[in-house]
């Protein structure tokens, strides 16, 4: 059963408009969320988090909006730039767990 | 942010002998790290949890035997591929917890490693 779910395996969008990611979450256990970003053959980089405590988190070009209600959570990255072409992974956490749970990726294209 | 830094980036070893991939992390002590594998176009699959002081927990299919993992202080975890074979040949990535903040306002951030290249001949 999958927890964690990124329904769209990949994106291209145009260089400088924004890229929508969205992941779906079933726990609703869950409580806190992240989003990473991994190039081919290095590890995940940490990007942004947002507690269920929150609506949105912002830092910088990133920004993570939480619809608790719904269950979803999406990543907006603006303007987009080529050096954001990447898998961007979604994965949540519940309160008191070490686990932390990956939805499968989106491969994200940014096309000049 | 945190670093974690792993070791070796890259090693090729022959079929049937072992090897010893390092995870460090360099600038906070954490007592929970995690290792995971992936494979080509695969999303990160979760092997164990590595917790300092005590035994791995390993996810289900997963041979303990295999994947020796031990976290014998709270900056560094080791994963052994012992016996290796050429289906053990992925791309291993370590990754360790840092808890900030408590209460309804702690997170658990996991930085990752910069992966670790395996391949048995």
Known sequence: DQQVKQNSPSLSVQEGRISILNCDYTNSMFDYFLWYKKYPAEGPTFLISISSIKDKNEDGRFTVFLNKSAKHLSLHIVPSQPGDSAVYFCAASGYGDDKIIFGKGTRLHILP | ?121
Not at chain 2, 13 to 28: A, H, M, N, Q, Y
Not at chain 2, 61 to 81: C, M, P, Q, R, Y
Request: glycine content about 8%; overall charge neutral; hydrophobic content about 35%.
């Open chain 2, 1 to 121: 942010g945190a670093v974690v830094s792993q070791h070796p980036s890259w090693v090729i070893c022959k079929s049937g002998t072992s090897v010893k991939i390092e995870c460090r992390s360099l600038d906070f002590q954490a007592t929970t790290m995690f290792w995971y594998r992936q494979f080509p176009k695969q999303s990160l699959m979760l092997m164990a949890t590595s917790n300092e002081g005590s035994k791995a927990t390993y996810e289900q299919g997963v041979e303990k035997d295999k994947f020796l993992i031990n976290h014998a202080s709270l900056t560094l975890s080791t994963l052994t591929v012992t016996s290796a074979h050429p289906e053990d040949s992925s791309f291993y990535i370590c990754s360790a917890r840092l808890q900030e903040g408590a209460g309804i306002y702690s997170g658990n951030t996991i930085y990752f490693g910069e992966g670790s290249w395996l391949t048995v001949v």
